[in-house]
């Protein structure tokens, strides 16, 4: 079954650090950039971070960058998210996402894992 | 505050169409015609909906229909049905530094 599965969310005190992980099966995950996505408790979507299929190139929002760092390990089919310096606006549900390649443009997702939550609380 | 703006709620009964507007600017919507949407269950993954302004992903229904005037797009869903309840979110290119917008989120709502 084509899945992406995360995992490592949980409770975090400001300041600290957590690393997600994102555990891709049932198509080629090295072919594909990926990205993350989160969604603070009742609001939006909005978009945080991507990586190509190297890990040559990397993307961040501004409100994470310097922060947060996406890599991936394409022999264990797993994309990865290090948060470090968490602050309270970065509680949110953590989700990964495999670029759609089949439009104008590699900004369409069209492969979502199911999230975890991040909540960074004293 | 997201980035596009979109109806915080619209309902409609069975059979028939509703239109979700996602207001940008010239910076992401205006801009580009890479529009998509996103469809998400409660607790369930987002999913992909419509691409490039108005195309559909194998698998998705032509009730599904997606269009775009100036700064606005709009997803429209005809035959309207149960399993359409749901929130969608419309999502845009926004340039090469900014890169992504989303839009807040609709409450979709069959009466």
């Known amino acids: 079954e084509v899945q992406l599965v995360e995992s490592g969310g949980g409770l975090v005190h400001p300041g600290g650090s957590l690393r997600l992980s994102c555990a891709a099966s049932?198509?080629?995950?090295?072919?594909?950039?990926m990205h993350w996505v989160r969604q603070a408790p009742g609001k939006g979507l909005v978009w945080v971070s991507r990586?190509?299929?190297?890990?040559?190139?990397?993307n961040y929002a501004d409100s994470v960058k310097g922060r947060f760092t996406v890599s991936r390990d394409n022999a264990k089919n797993t994309l990865y998210l290090q948060m470090n310096s968490l602050r309270a606006e970065d509680t949110a549900v953590y989700y990964c996402a495999r670029v759609y390649w089949g439009g104008g443009t590699d900004w369409y997702f069209d492969l979502w894992g199911r999230g975890t939550l991040v909540t960074v609380s004293s | 505050q997201s980035a596009l703006t979109q109806p915080r709620s619209v309902s409609g009964s069975p059979g028939q169409s509703v239109t979700i507007s996602c207001t940008g600017t010239?910076?992401?919507?205006?801009?580009?015609?890479?529009v998509s949407w996103y469809q998400q269950h409660p607790g369930r993954a987002p999913k992909f909906m419509i691409y490039d302004v108005s195309k559909r992903p194998s698998g998705v229904p032509d009730r599904f229909s997606g269009s775009k005037s100036g700064n606005t797009a709009s997803l429209t869903i005809s035959g309207l049905q149960a399993e359409d309840e749901a929130d969608y979110y419309c999502?845009?290119?926004?340039?090469?530094?900014?890169?992504?917008?989303f839009g807040g989120g609709t409450k979709l709502t069959v009466l």
């Open positions: 990586v190509n299929s190297d890990v040559s190139s990397t």
């Open positions: 999502c845009s290119y926004a340039g090469r530094y900014t890169f992504v917008v």
């Open positions: 010239s910076s992401d919507i205006g801009g580009y015609n890479f």
């Open positions: 049932g198509f080629t995950f090295s072919s594909y950039w």
